[in-house]
């Protein structure tokens, strides 16, 4: 349960990105408003991503281990390491065995215990489902039913991942399917399943005028500055444009939506409840 020596630390791969990184700093005050009192930390899972990030921009950011012997030096007894990935593919599981030879080290944790990713079966499926009216709005307009949009048909663009857990994207692209009967919305991936030519078939299929690209990604980094709504040749935006659909892209991460980072909460909440595994 939630103690006030207890310490969050948020774990995403990492980015090159530097506007992209307050992102991170949205997280971080969502878990501060969360658990007042907790020191929240943030560290990078991705090495590449520490090493040329600070040379590229002079900005360091710690890795796992680092971050973690950084909480246990503020008093922290007990931390949660809270992957910020989107699915538990290769990523959490090297996060999780972070985690254990952290634990099994002399600076153990009471406890420490390890967050689920943003989508970790059914129940995180269906709820981002439930949200997706809610992603789409922007700031000043009205809240609008997907299926009242008028020939424009919805896509959100994942990352893909070669790991098993890509199979929660097509979880995923299931429920919004049977959830939002009557709308146009599908989930593609960058590096997986379907991706760019299948997305292009089913929007020709369905009849869609429109397209509205939602990167689903935690930063609006280089893969949404680029292979999403890129000027390049290659970018979805570009091919899409090709096949004569009016394309619009709202770049915004993942992370900077309160919604999303109630569900990492909840998630940090369960693995207290838990205990570490």
């Given amino acids: ?65 680092a971050a973690l012997k950084s909480l246990k030096d503020e008093g922290c007894r007990q931390a949660v390491l809270q992957s910020l990935q989107i699915v538990p593919g290769s990523e959490f599981h090297l996060a999780a065995a972070a985690a254990r030879d952290w634990q099994a080290g002399d600076a153990a944790f009471d406890r420490l215990a390890l967050g689920h990713p943003l989508l970790a079966g059914l129940e995180d499926c269906r709820r981002l489902s439930a949200l997706l009216p809610a992603l789409l709005k922007r700031a000043g307009d009205k809240e609008r039913a997907l299926n009242g949009m008028d020939g424009e048909a919805v896509v959100l663009v994942a990352h893909g991942t070669g790991h098993p857990a890509d199979a929660l994207y097509s979880l995923l692209a299931d429920v919004l399917s049977r959830e939002h009967r009557g709308a146009s919305v599908f989930l593609g991936s960058i590096e997986g399943y379907p991706g760019l030519a299948e997305i292009a078939e089913d929007l020709t299929l369905c009849g869609a005028r429109a397209v509205r690209l939602l ?51 909840e998630h940090s909440r369960r693995a207290l409840e838990k205990g570490a595994r």
């Avoid at 892209?249 to 919604?259: H, K, Y």
């Fill in 1 to 65: 349960m939630f103690a006030p020596d207890t310490g969050f630390l948020l774990a995403p791969y990492g980015t090159l990105h530097p506007p992209a990184l307050a992102t991170y700093d949205c997280l971080r005050a969502a878990y501060e408003r969360a658990f007042p009192g907790s020191p929240v930390r943030l560290a990078f899972t991705s090495r590449l991503m520490i090493r040329r990030l600070a040379e590229k921009e002079g900005i360091v950011v710690p890795d796992l281990p």
């Fill in 215 to 265: 990167p689903f990604l935690l930063v609006a980094g280089g893969h949404a500055n680029s292979d999403i709504a890129g000027e390049g040749p290659d970018s979805w935006m570009t091919r899409l444009s090709r096949r004569g659909l009016s394309v619009r892209a709202d770049l915004r991460g993942l992370g900077e939506r309160q919604e999303i980072a109630g569900i990492f909460i």
